[in-house]
């Protein structure tokens, strides 16, 4: 009983480096988000995918890239990682935007 | 004033105690409502959605007050694994539906 699955768990990285987030949900959901969450500033949205081949930009999009490869797959993508970029962060899906979320287990990113 | 607000707390209880959180939010044509529960450090898990109608899950009571603009948790006879960071979503009309979430009120339920 996956749910959303997200790799890594953990990453450091140095400034400048690329990489990127994978996430997978065996849900058969629509929709597809990514967060990230910082101390004291909740859960904020970096981008989205509403459904299948459609990507838009959340609140905080500056920095990354989104690849909603599949249903069940939607990657994001670091391309010059910068120390502000340290955070948990957290993917999620649903059946459609209005409703209820699941969120993976988090990667906790840090940029050196 | 910000789309979504919540007291951060923390709320400090003892076990036992009844405790409510409001949620305020600034768009009216907010169309859905829920309670999410987070973890130091977990992923957040949905606690509950809200209905106009209110409802309600054993010890826990959601309901909306579209005049007002604010939603409420009321949680009964508090546990210590109570003890977490309550954290309101409402999604918007618009076109785009986007998820907007709360920045939480933690609780802590003491002995």
């Known amino acids: 009983n996956a749910g959303v699955t997200q790799t890594p768990k953990f990453q450091v990285l140095k400034t400048g480096q690329s990489m990127t987030l994978q996430c997978a949900q065996d849900m058969n959901h629509n929709s597809m988000y990514w967060y990230r969450q910082d101390p004291g500033m909740g859960l904020r949205l970096i981008y989205y995918?509403?459904?299948?081949?459609?990507?838009d930009k959340g609140e905080v999009p500056n920095g990354y890239n989104v690849s909603r490869l599949n249903k069940r797959e939607f990657s994001l993508r670091l391309e010059s990682a910068a120390p502000s970029q340290t955070s948990v962060y957290f993917c999620?899906?649903?059946?459609?935007?209005?409703?209820?979320?699941?969120f993976g287990d988090g990667t906790r990113l840090s940029i050196l | 004033r910000k789309e979504v607000e919540q007291d951060p707390g923390p709320f400090n209880v003892p076990e036992g105690a009844t405790v409510a959180f409001n949620c305020t939010y600034s768009n009216s044509a907010s169309q859905s409502f829920f309670w999410y529960r987070q973890d130091c450090r977990k992923e957040p898990k949905l606690l509950m959605s809200v209905y106009s109608s209110g409802n309600e899950d054993g010890r826990f009571t959601a309901q909306l007050n579209r005049a007002s603009q604010y939603i409420s948790l009321l949680i009964r006879d508090s546990k210590l694994s109570d003890s977490a960071t309550y954290l309101c979503?409402?999604?918007?009309?618009?076109?785009?539906?986007?998820?907007?979430f709360g920045r939480g009120t933690s609780l802590i339920v003491h002995p």
């Open positions: 995918s509403a459904s299948e081949g459609t990507t």
């Open positions: 999620a899906s649903s059946e459609a935007p209005v409703q209820p979320q699941h």
């Open positions: 979503v409402l999604s918007s009309s618009g076109g785009s539906y986007i998820p907007t």
